[in-house]
């Protein structure tokens, strides 16, 4: 009985140090912001953000446009043109969101570069959010894919 006791104990205690919460920190612009995780670098180039873990086995790209014409009956072709994409625009799924945004989301692997893409789009009126993870296909998996996931739907618009 003292044995199992141990054991499941040790069991125990393994799991819950793996399964502590990683320390977070906010990126916030005027329009949106996103939590990741403390240790990932963020590059701001005015429009355009990268997330991205020091691995740099993927990244998390944010673009934001503002006075965008982009008709809605155009979005989806916007978002397969972006991957060159042959899918039917039903792989996109779209959806009315918080604040009157209408949200898609389309997820595509390039079999030549061996990347996963997962994309939402935001868009109300003329303004657009752009937002997409990639990540190499060995890295998409386990800890990178729960955090590159967890980083990607903390992404929140403010206005």
């Known amino acids: 009985m003292m044995k199992k006791t141990a054991l499941l104990f040790?069991?125990?205690?393994?799991?819950?140090?793996?399964?502590?919460?990683?320390?977070?920190k906010v990126h916030d612009s005027?329009?949106?912001?996103?939590?990741?995780?403390?240790?990932?670098?963020?590059?701001?180039?005015e429009n355009i953000v990268n997330?991205?873990?020091?691995s740099q086995v993927g990244a998390i790209t944010i673009s934001e446009y503002h006075?965008?014409?982009?008709?809605?009956?155009?979005?989806?072709?916007?978002?397969?043109?972006?991957?060159?994409?042959?899918?039917?625009?039903?792989?996109?799924?779209?959806k009315s969101s918080k604040k009157g945004y209408t949200e898609y989301n389309y997820e595509y692997f390039d079999e030549k570069e061996k990347l996963?893409?997962?994309?939402?789009?935001?868009?109300?009126?003329?303004?657009?959010?752009?937002?997409?993870?990639?990540?190499?296909?060995?890295?998409?998996?386990?800890n990178y894919m729960k955090l590159f996931n967890e980083t990607f739907d903390s992404f929140k618009i403010k206005k």
């Open 67 to 94: 006075d965008l014409e982009l008709p809605k009956t155009e979005t989806k072709k916007f978002i397969l043109a972006l991957y060159k994409s042959s899918d039917e625009e039903n792989k996109i799924k779209s």
């Open 10 to 24: 040790i069991f125990l205690s393994g799991y819950f140090s793996f399964a502590q919460k990683t320390t977070t």
């Open 116 to 142: 996963f893409w997962i994309t939402k789009v935001f868009q109300k009126e003329k303004d657009l959010y752009l937002i997409t993870i990639n990540c190499g296909q060995k890295y998409w998996n386990g």
């Open 30 to 45: 005027p329009n949106y912001s996103i939590t990741l995780p403390d240790v990932w670098k963020v590059m701001d180039n």
């Open 51 to 54: 997330i991205f873990p020091d």
